[in-house]
């Protein structure tokens, strides 16, 4: 836990000194595409005048000046499966933003997608020393949660403390000034698998980068596809990838529930192969063009040409109707959204006040699935893009980008995680102090 | 038939990425962007500058060109012309300028010209330029004698602030000035020239001053006799003799020496015929004449 505490330490100070020399870059390494953004930081209000683009909930200190996506290779279920293929693309990505910006970047905020993360909920409480509440008291406060057994080879992506509590008050966003005598918090807690973790780290670090954060994806695409409203009120984004479909529930600001599917856009593809007998690439572009997941009379007659290279001209100049594709895709889409289904009952997002539901991601763009959704997971639901930030090309505002963008918003600013508090030292320990005589005994 | 080559990996390989980001940084793109240009022309001149024939001639060529540029006729002095002096300084001033016509306007070195100029004896201030139509024009202003100098048995002409001007022959070549003599004489020149300013009435009869040890003046007039002027408000002194002159008629009597140098007590010092006179009258005032 010590060094996990260290670790991220490290992270934030290094996101400090990129911030300090202003320039950082940010990359989403999904299932189906590497995304790298290189942001500028310059202050606030610089680029007002030629953008137009205002300043957004103090967002748009930074400005993004270079912008590249190539094709993920060597990943599954939005972990990394052949680690030299990975480490092609994200090079691949990185270079070409890096000559749109040019400037070398050095420091990276990453995010994971996969790694199956875990929610916990954390309770601690402590008697406070003086008479207001003091910094000190807010480590200690997170130092004295009930770590759970969260299992072998799990390590902590983050730790938010979502709620305070002094004595009979709840609900305090920040009580650093308040008077009161015993403090009381909650911690969300988001673990993945460790090995996981350590193959990006290490991906990125054959890249001659510097990891500078890494956050879950289902939590930043929340912070960029949600609005306020929504952040505050409650609501659940669903962040539809290629090999995995994030999950992350947002009260009062705060994540307090993540979870992912094993599923996502590519399973779709790999059914429209099968089903059609058709290579990946030709089912990608079938599903890109004509996909669907509501079948209409229209679409009975609506024929699509199979092209193929096989040689055989019979195999070559088939056709199939719309609503026979919307047929192979629907039952994979249903399957995914079911899952996402049970995972918010799971969480209790019934009990929720407010139960508005955003869907992200790449795989969200299939026409009709807002109704699908809508049918499977509650009335609530609408599409979500990713919030405008000043310097994003075109391509890349679409929803497939909002763990991209939410990743700038992370990296301009993080919420507060226990690792940004001083820990209390309880116990000092007695090795160091035996050293340090040791030390004064040979050399005097 | 299809191609069964695999595809060409997209992706940089390590090397190929760490040089695009190394090229990327900013010091070794501006080093990259001048550095080339500024060697490539610093080998060209240095190539064309090693052998010491080429430098000659480089030399040679511009030297040419730039005394072709400067012999062009806009810029050829070919007279000389001299304003505000008469014929004896004209002659010293176009002695000491020893300048064969025509030359070149870049060759003068009117500064140097002017010092030349200044230095002769005459010249007070002299004022030198190229006019248009190739004439050096000189403006001289010489220098007025105030006053005869004897020195050492010699006649000087010397102006108001003590310079030398000419020699002189003989002081009957400029009786309308004062004569001045004595050590240190030269260098008092502004209190002289005051003092005969002052003497009015006085100067017909004033033949010089003499500077006495370098410290104070006498006035010497006609018939051998002197005023003796104290170091101080000499000019005073001489003022007070003068209405002494006027007012007792002290010249018209038998009387060899005016003495000054106390400005409490005037001294006279009388005649051999005055003295007798003087005690003659003092004892038949007294009774105890012969």
Known sequence: MKQLYATQRAMRNMRKAALQRGLIAILDVGTSKVACLILRFDGPERYRDSDGVGSMAGQSQFRIIGAATTKSRGMRFGEIDAMQETERAIRTAVQSAQKMAGVPVNHVIACLSGARPRSYGLEGAVDIHGEVVTDADIGRVLAACDMPDFGEGRETLHAHPINFTLDHRGGMADPRGHAGRRLSTDLHLLTVEGQVMQNLVHCIRRCDLELAGLASSAYVSGISALIEDELEMGAACIDMGGGSTGLSIFMKKHMIFADSVRLGGEHVTSDISMGLQVPGAMAERIKTFYGGVIATGVDDREMIEIKGDTGDWHHDRRTVTRAELIGIMRPRVEEILEDVRAQLDAAGFDSMPSKSIVLTGGASQIPGLESLASRILGHQVRMGRPMRVAGLPQSTTGPAFAASVGLALFAANPQDEWWDFDVPSVSYPARSIRRAIHWIKTNW | ?290
């Open chain 2, 1 to 290: 038939m299809q191609q069964m080559t695999p595809r060409r990996d997209p992706a940089p390989s390590r090397w190929s990425y760490r040089y695009e980001r190394w090229m990327l940084t900013p010091a070794y793109r501006r080093l990259f962007r001048y550095g080339p240009p500024v060697l490539v022309v610093a080998a060209i001149v240095g190539g064309v500058l090693a052998s010491a024939e080429r430098r000659e001639w480089i030399n040679d060529t511009y030297h040419s060109y730039l005394r072709q540029f400067q012999q062009r006729p806009e810029f050829m002095v070919s007279a000389m012309s001299i304003d505000g002096a008469d014929e004896r300084i004209t002659e010293e001033v176009r002695a000491s300028l020893p300048i064969d016509f025509p030359v070149s306007s870049f060759d003068l070195d009117l500064e140097g010209m002017r010092q030349t100029v200044e230095a002769l004896n005459g010249v007070q201030k002299a004022t030198l330029r190229v006019q248009p139509g190739g004439i050096l024009n000189i403006e001289v202003v010489p220098r007025i004698p105030a006053a005869v100098l004897r020195q050492d048995e010699e006649l000087r002409l010397i102006d108001a602030q003590g310079h030398f001007v000419a020699a002189l022959g003989a002081r009957s070549d400029r009786a309308d000035l004062p004569l001045i003599a004595g050590d240190g004489a030269r260098d008092q020149i502004a209190e002289a020239l005051a003092l005969f300013t002052a003497a009015g009435p006085l100067a017909p009869q004033i033949l010089g001053l003499v500077r006495m040890g370098e410290r104070r003046w006498d006035v010497i007039l006609d018939q051998d006799r002197r005023i003796l002027l104290p170091e101080q408000n000499a000019v005073t002194a001489l003022e007070r003799v003068v209405v002494m002159v006027q007012a007792q008629r002290l010249l018209e009597r038998d009387v060899l020496v005016v003495d000054m140098r106390n400005e409490d007590r005037p001294t006279l010092r009388l005649g051999e015929g005055g003295v007798t006179e003087i005690r003659r009258i003092n004892a038949a005032v007294a009774g105890t004449g012969r």
